[in-house]
């Protein structure tokens, strides 16, 4: 009798084991969680994708982690605003702080200004998990929409163990690019999101996530600013140097309140004679000015240390240097130091960590 049961019992078991196996699998998928701000990703004519809807447009995406999903806002990134930014980066490191197991947050942005947030997210989202900000260049039901194929690798990459510990990361068309160097390069091609000289953090292959390098300055966890403690975003404008600039609009900045001004400079930091004049008045003015490059790369280096005591009030005393940062980034990075300090050696050792 033994010998006629004992296959069916080891079949049952088989069985039950077939059955369970999917399941222990499925509970092993990595947790995303996708946040969406809206952009061109969601802007469907007539109406803007959901979250939901936006998860429902990847293929296979429940093959690859648990997804969940939250709406934070479903506008432009030129409708997001400063207040809006301090409201998603707490949000952010909320989420993180409550749900340790989470692998990831995916983070929807329209691509006009997404790398003035993302990298203000780099700078203040304070854990090691990452957060991979993504969009698309083209609008949901048009021809080559690209927003189900960027998500599909953004969500990859926030699975993926290998993207602790790198700051907030910008997943763009399989390439991934930190937040602090990547720069959107063109108004209307897929291919826009690049870091210039320095080149991607990594690429998502066919079989797996693939990382080159890391980004050796502060961020993230190590990050010394934060956003529990700032109530508003100081002012911050941002004038560019050209042949004949008159100074006008620095010193219109300062007379409308600017706590700071960043100068998108010629070349290695040249400006007009005019607008020298118009930084010194700045400077009586007690608004810290930031100098970087127009050019679209390169450092602009701090000036040799002049003694406080010998020179208090000299330009070259109170210049900063926006070191390789691009103004726009500039700009984050000086109206987070003005939440700390407005001294002047401690903002120019911000540009230089950071």
Known sequence: MWRRTLPLG????????????????????????????GGTISNRPGDRLSPAEL?????????????????????SSSSLTLEQWLHLSRRLNTVFAEDP????????????????????????????????VVGSMRRPETLGYDGAANLHQAFRVAADPGSRGRGVLVVFNDEI????????????????????????LGVTARDRVVYYRRVERH??????FDVDQIQRLPRV?????????????????????????????????TTSGGQRDAIAYAHEHGVLVVIT???????????????????????????VSGEDLAPVKARVLLMLALTVTDEVDDIQRMFGEY
């Open 101 to 132: 197991g989470l692998a990831g947050i995916v983070l929807t942005s329209g691509t006009d200004t997404l790398e003035e947030l993302a990298y203000f997210l780099h700078l203040t989202v304070r854990h090691e998990r990452p957060v991979v």
């Open 177 to 200: 690019n930190s937040a602090r160097e990547v720069t959107k390069t063109d108004a209307l091609r897929l291919q826009t999101f690049e870091t210039r000289r320095y080149g991607a």
């Open 10 to 37: 080891l079949a049952l078991i088989v069985g039950l084991f077939c059955a369970l196996v999917p399941l222990a699998v499925a509970a092993e998928l990595p947790r995303v969680r996708l946040i969406t701000t």
């Open 219 to 224: 961020h993230t966890a190590a990050s010394e």
């Open 237 to 269: 404008d941002i004038v560019m140097a050209y042949q004949g600039a008159s100074g006008d609009l620095v010193r219109a900045a300062v007379d409308h309140g600017a706590d700071g001004i960043v100068i998108a400079a010629a070349g290695a930091g």
């Open 293 to 319: 490059t127009r050019t679209g790369s390169g450092r602009i280096a701090p000036p040799k240390p002049v003694p406080k005591e010998s020179a208090p009030d000299t330009p070259r005393r109170l210049r």
């Open 55 to 75: 998860i429902a447009s990847v293929p296979d995406l429940d093959e690859l982690v648990e997804a969940e999903t939250e709406e934070f806002a479903n506008v």
